[in-house]
Each structure stands twice: as C-alpha cells, then as structure tokens.
C-alpha cells in the first residue's frame, strides 16, 4: 500500500492535528477542521495517508468561481519530497472540476519553499496584507492564479498531475523518520485494546497509554482446569461467546463509547491461532464499523510496556526476560519498539513446565500459583535437580530436562515406598528453574551494560523469582522493574500501552492481516 490522496475524515484529525500545530504559530482547532470534514460541494478537504499515518492535508474552498487554498502542510519527516505539490495539484484540479476560474492564497513573504511551490503551480503575487499573521504582526502574501482552465494552465496541470503520482509512488516501502522514544508522546488519545491470546478474554480502554480507564478479564480457567491445561477449541469458543460483553464492559468502565476513541488495538500473534481470530476479527469489524485505526500489537511487547505502566519512568536502554506459558526468552530492547531477541527456550517455557509438573504432582491448573504456594513451605536445597544451561555461555533455556527429572524422583520414591514431602519437591524444583533465569538474566544486562531490567508473562507474578532477580541485579547496579500481579498474566491494558505507541508512531494493520501463532517480536 503506497501513499495516496483521499478525502479528510473525523478518523485523520488526531494526526492532522499534530501536523498543524508543528507548523504554524496559530493553529486551526479541532472544531475548525471537525466543521470542514463534512461540507457541501463547495469545499475539497484532503489528505495523504499511508501505512505510516497522514503524511499532509489541504482544503480549498470555492465561492462561484473563484478558489481559495485554506490551509495545506506536510508533515516534517515527509518533505522536500514532492507531497505538497501532490496536495496543490490535487485540490487546484478540484477546484477546477467545480467551476474554480481563479485561485488565491496567503502564505508568509518569509516562507521561500512554499512560495517557490506556488509559483511552479502558475501563481504570482498580487499585494500585501498587513499584519495578517498576528502572532508575529507579519504580512501575508496574497498569490494569485488568473484562469485554471486556460490552455497553458491545462498543461501544467497534466504535468503537475503526473509529476504528483509520481511523488506519492516514491513512498512504496519508504518509511519516513518516525520516533522511537516516548518523549512527546501525546496523552490525550483513547485507545481500546483487545487480548486473546490464549485462555482469557480481555479488553481495556487507556488514555495517552500509561492511564488504565479500564481493564476487564474474563478468565477460563475453570474450563481447562479439568484437563490439566489449556484446549484450544474450548479456548476459541469461550473467546466467541464473551469478547461482545467483555469489550462492552471495558467501554461502560471507563465511561466513554466508541465515537470517543482514537484507535482500537489488538494482539494479532503469537498465540493459539483460534483465539486469536476471534479478537482480530471483532476488532477489526469495529474498525471498520467505526472507520477507526487498528493497531497491531505482539503480544510479548504487550507484557514489556506492562512494566511502563507500573513504572512510568521506564526507558531503554534495558534487558527483560520474558517467561509465561508459553515464552522464556531474554530480549535486549535499545529503545522502545526495538528489540533484539538474545534467547528463547528450546523445548518447554517456564509455565509449561510448572503445569506439567504440577499436574504430576496432583496440584491442579494453573499449575504456577499451587506451586509457588507450596514451595513457600518446603526446602528449596532438599532435592538437587539439575540446572539445564546454566554454563552454556549462551541465553537459551530448556526445562524439559528437568521436568523428567522431577518425574523420575517421584516415581523412584513411589516405587521405593517413600512419601515424598511435596512442599521440598515444589521448593527444589521451582528453585532449578529460578536459579538459570536469574544467572543468564544477570549476565545478559552486564554484557549489554544497561542500568536497568524488566520482567514480563505470567511466571514473572512469582514472588521467588522477583525477590532473586531483584537481589542478584541490585549488587550489579541494576535496577529491576517489576508490573503488579494483574498485568503479569494476559490483559489487554499492556496491549493498549503498547498499542499507543504504534499508534503515535503512525503504524496500521491492513485490513487483510491475519493472526499469527508464531510473530515474532523485533
């Protein structure tokens, strides 16, 4: 999808408006353009999307038969290449095609580039308005173009036409300068983000991404608990039947509807595949019922921008390890939206393989929290399992290896007789996994020398895991930052957090995008 021109709608003012105020002293309102966006056959307001957001706009209106430019601007990391002599020829053909004989503008004596563009287009300065820009007490410029439909004008219309097509093509697959920080980062815009992943159905509404209007959770556990973990089609179907009320609630909530937002965001991967087409495709039926943005966000740069929304003073450069069901990777992340997988597990993740060994061990699912509870209770030394890749000099994990070790001591200690005093197997198991995350965690952030690491997933709620990275990184100088309980399993307030910032950042998901289980986060 390349640039092209099409008609100003209520759905591009947010960005519109970060345009005009970058660019002139006294900018129009939110309500001057709102009342522009929906004239009669006496007004052409445009503008030039793209997948990187509105790139520039202009509006022209015409009285009889004559034609006056009202406003036009490209934004700044998208000039000096051509966009505004696409948005003129576009609205002076515009202005032609509705009986448009002359055109007029004012522009600042001051401003030679833009004064330069018009005289290409055939106008010439016809006097002076004093005092026209109040700001600085500056004269406008009034420029003049005599008669759009003579022969000479026809040509350089054609020419102009084809000159502008050629400008809005040069940005297939060019990128224009975007931020990185989220410094500037407005914090007004409301987002409503939409999680499913796996086996909860969520939805949050967020303003300016760090303040959470609402976060609601419709949690399946009860539904999988029976069978020891999660069934991907019970998963599909209890996504179908709760995301109509769920969304509704998140709304209710925070107060507002859905003419209030700004974007919708959702989880398009990794996940189970079923489950994540229920989320997109509600949301993108929302989108287009509503003609708002839709944001794509994966799911494990939802669980970092979690930390942001405990720590809003979080900021790259920083390592964080990632563990859930799913996931255990350490990930580098140089700046917000950057990331740089160290790496990941090779067989089970951290809460796979306390599931399993929970569900051994007759503790039910999930199988994290009963474990965590019960090695609160029992001695972390009693039984040595191994440490998988502890020296490996790598960041990659395995605990499948351990998970068969656990299995294999109970059931030597069933068929020897023995009881087995569940609190120490829970505590020594739980302490083998710990003590390899916490290692390559630490060494991760002294060789890539950041000052400051974040956890993120389900497993990252553990309180042993918290206290034991947070001790072995503060005698490094390390600063760990931790999200609440309630952001470390799926929710849709990190997917917001970090969908705002895609947002800002003018990134779009196609209509045609489909979930992904597998995405990858870089």
């Not at 005599?146 to 697959?173: I, K, N, Q, T, Y």
């Not at 229920?278 to 994966?298: D, E, H, I, Q, W």
């Not at 917000?336 to 699912?365: I, M, N, P, R």
């Not at 197997?425 to 952030?445: G, H, I, P």
Request: proline content about 5%; glycine content about 10%; hydrophobic content about 45%.
């Amino acid at each position: 999808m390349s640039a092209s021109i099409r008609p100003m709608e209520p759905r591009h003012l947010r960005e519109v408006l970060e345009i005009e105020r970058s660019s002139f002293a006294s900018p129009w309102t939110e309500g001057a353009f709102l009342s522009e966006c929906d004239t009669g056959p006496d007004r052409e307001w445009v503008v030039i999307e793209s997948p990187w957001g509105v790139l520039g706009y202009a509006g022209v209106a015409i009285m009889v038969d004559e034609a006056h430019v009202m406003n036009v601007a490209v934004r700044e990391d998208a000039r000096h290449a051509g966009l505004g002599l696409a948005l003129m020829s576009h609205i002076i053909e515009a202005a032609a095609l509705r009986g448009g004989v002359r055109m007029t503008l004012e522009v600042r004596p001051s401003n030679e580039a833009a004064t330069a563009l018009y005289e290409r287009l055939g106008m010439t300065a016809a006097g002076l308005r004093p005092g026209y820009y109040s700001d600085v007490g500056e004269d406008a410029l009034v420029m003049w173009s005599e008669d759009l439909c003579s022969e000479e004008m026809l040509e350089l219309r054609r020419s102009l036409a084809e000159e502008a097509a050629r400008s809005l093509g040069a940005f297939e697959g060019v990128v224009p300068s975007r931020p990185t920080g989220l410094a500037g980062m407005p914090g007004d815009d409301l987002v409503l983000a939409i999680e499913t992943s796996c086996d909860e159905t969520a939805a949050a509404v967020l303003r300016g991404g760090r303040e959470v209007l609402s976060s609601v959770v419709a949690s399946q556990v009860d539904f999988h608990a029976r069978f020891g973990g999660v069934v991907p089609e019970i998963a599909s179907r209890k996504h179908t039947e709760a995301i109509v009320g769920v969304v509704d609630e998140a709304l209710e909530r925070a107060g507002v509807d859905l003419a209030d937002l700004d974007a919708i965001g959702v989880t398009h991967g990794p996940g189970l595949i079923g489950a994540l087409v229920v989320g997109l495709s509600y949301a993108k039926g929302l989108a287009f019922a509503t003609g708002l943005p839709l944001v794509g966000v994966n799911h494990m740069e939802g669980h970092i921008f979690a930390n942001l929304l405990a720590d809003p003073e979080l900021e790259p450069p920083m390592v964080a390890l990632l563990v859930s069901g799913g996931h255990t990777s350490l990930v580098h992340v140089p700046a917000w939206g950057e990331y740089e997988v160290l790496g990941s597990t090779l067989d089970d993740a951290a809460g796979e393989a306390f599931d399993k060994v929970a569900k051994v061990l007759g503790l039910g699912y999930p199988g994290g929290p009963a474990i965590s509870r019960l090695a609160a209770e029992g001695d972390a030394e009693a039984i040595r399992f191994p440490r998988a890749m502890m020296d490996s000099g790598d960041y990659d994990f395995s605990l499948s290896g351990l998970k068969t070790a656990v299995i294999n001591h109970v059931r030597h200690e069933r068929e020897a007789g023995r009881q087995i005093d569940l609190a120490d197997l829970a505590a020594s198991f739980q302490a083998a996994v710990v003590d390899v995350q916490v290692a390559k965690s630490v060494r991760a952030a002294k060789e890539h020398g950041v000052s400051t690491f974040c956890i993120g997933g389900g497993v990252a709620a553990n309180p042993v895991l918290r206290e034991a990275l947070r001790e072995a990184l503060a005698a490094e100088g390390v600063r760990l930052s931790v999200p609440p309980f309630e952001l470390c399993t799926d929710n849709a307030a990190m997917i917001g957090a970090a969908a705002h910032f895609r947002f800002w950042r003018g990134e779009r998901l196609e209509p045609s995008a489909e979930g992904v289980s597998d995405l990858k986060l870089g």
